[in-house]
């Protein structure tokens, strides 16, 4: 399947490249029900058959209200995929719903953070793994340069606040054109949460835009990433990062160690078309 081998080429030079897996790891995929996070579970589990180091997957779903539809399909599949999966109705969540409809994703991302250690830890998971994509790198990159004040946009890699989970987003090169099609392909149940549907958002703007741009600029998304990679830090106005005095050192940059590095999931070199 050429989907596939794609797919896992991509993944797999995240995985590599951001070091994301390591041997013994148990990974809990935040599994939402939508393309992006069926994708990422399929993924892992195919590269937890062919990876050079040995690691479990497991899933966990966090109801905050939002299903369009009953989730009772996922247990099915996800039983027939071998997968061990907690559902967890955070009533937290439910009630901040309630008295709060139109309460901001801020808050909501709050509650549901909460949650999904305390699953994670239940699961015995040393690492937690998220479906954000490479058009949510993109989107959040803009969203911060544009009306945040600053340039960032979600770490590949990263530890929660304890430091006992890795927070992983294997699918950082992977662009929801892709994701699409996959679970399209997979015939998997996606059940859409009630804020796909939402209108009028920065993050609707921003999808919009990139729309228009890449109808002219197809690979726009890649060279995005690409810069992400490639920052001039002395071409930018942070003094943190600038020589004001003509005898001070230039920062140095660290070269990026990989642990294991599978030839057939690709090279060291990111790419997102
Ligand atoms: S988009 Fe919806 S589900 Fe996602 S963080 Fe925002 S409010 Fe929560």
């Known amino acids: 399947m050429e989907l596939e ?6 993944a797999g030079e995240a995985v590599t490249r951001f070091q994301m897996i390591r041997d013994g790891d148990r990974v809990a995929v935040a599994f939402s029900g939508g393309k992006d996070s069926l994708t990422l579970l399929e993924v892992l589990l195919r590269l937890r058959d062919r990876a050079p180091v040995r690691f479990s997957v497991c899933a966990f779903t966090v ?3 939002k299903f369009l539809r009953p989730v009772e399909p996922f247990r099915e599949y996800l039983s027939k995929r071998g997968v061990d999966w907690t559902y967890h109705t955070d009533n937290p969540s439910l009630r901040l719903l309630e ?28 690492v ?19 009306f945040t ?54 993050r609707r703007t921003l999808r919009d835009l990139f729309a228009e741009l890449e109808k002219e600029h197809p690979h726009l998304k890649s060279t995005l990433l690409s810069a992400m990679g490639n920052i001039e830090v002395s071409r930018l106005l942070d003094l943190r990062y600038l020589n004001l005095d003509a005898n001070q050192e230039e920062p140095a940059l660290l070269p990026v160690l990989t642990e294991w590095e599978p030839e057939s999931l690709g090279s060291r070199t990111p790419s997102a078309t």
Do not use: M, W
């Open 5 to 10: 081998k794609v797919l896992l080429r991509k």
């Open 63 to 65: 109801e905050q209200g």
């Open 149 to 202: 004040g600053r340039i960032g946009a979600l770490p590949p890699v990263t530890y929660s606040r304890e430091k006992d989970f890795r927070l992983i987003r294997p699918l950082v090169y992977v662009t929801e054109d892709i994701t699409a099609a996959f679970a399209a392909e997979t015939g998997a149940p996606v059940i859409p949460c009630g804020c796909s549907l939402k209108t009028g958002t920065v």
């Open 128 to 146: 937690i793994a998220f479906g954000h994509t490479a058009d949510d790198f993109c989107e959040s990159f803009l969203r911060n340069a544009l």
């Open 99 to 126: 008295e709060q409809p139109d309460h901001g994703c801020d808050l909501c991302s709050r509650f549901r953070r909460r949650a999904v250690y305390q699953i994670a830890k239940g699961l015995g998971a040393n």
